[in-house]
């Protein structure tokens, strides 16, 4: 087993930010088959395969606008005013994600992109762990 933790600048907007690239970068020299196993240890974001680039990254965080206002509804009360949404996101999308690699390459459908997707505004700085199951 390979891996790596990477540090991605999300800022202090909601974002959906393409882990692609980063992805590719930590295959290099991998030359087999295995999954490549993506980790976010936070407890206010997760990890989406989508495309992005053509609206459906906004439409995503559009989507979860709608499912988690950021209001006084939740209990979770501590950090910016409707935190509390930010905690249920990863039940919606998950922290994890595993993407088949044939070859060294993501096996990745033609639009797909690993994302992750952050709606936590408070936290500007997320850890990502990258790591190769040979297969």
């Not at 790596?4 to 030359?31: K, M, N, Q, W, Y």
């Not at 088959?33 to 459906?56: I, R």
């Not at 797909?112 to 408070?122: A, F, P, Y």
Request: charged share 25%; glycine share 12%.
């Amino acid at each position: 087993m390979r891996s790596e933790e990477i540090e991605v600048h999300t800022g202090s907007d909601e974002v959906v930010r393409d882990l692609t690239r980063a992805c590719e970068r930590f295959l290099e020299g991998v030359d087999g088959d295995g999954l490549l196993h993506v980790w976010v240890p936070h407890a206010t974001a997760g990890l989406a395969v989508l495309e992005t680039g053509a609206g459906s990254d906004e439409d995503l965080l559009a989507a979860l606008g709608d499912l988690l206002p950021r209001d006084d509804r939740w209990r979770h009360r501590h950090g910016s005013p409707g935190h509390g949404r930010d905690h249920v996101l990863p039940a919606l999308l998950p922290p994890y994600a595993t993407i088949p690699v044939l070859g060294g390459v993501l096996a990745l459908g033609t639009w797909q992109s690993v994302c992750l997707v952050d709606t936590n505004v408070d936290n500007p700085v997320r850890k990502v762990r990258l790591s190769f199951l040979a297969g």
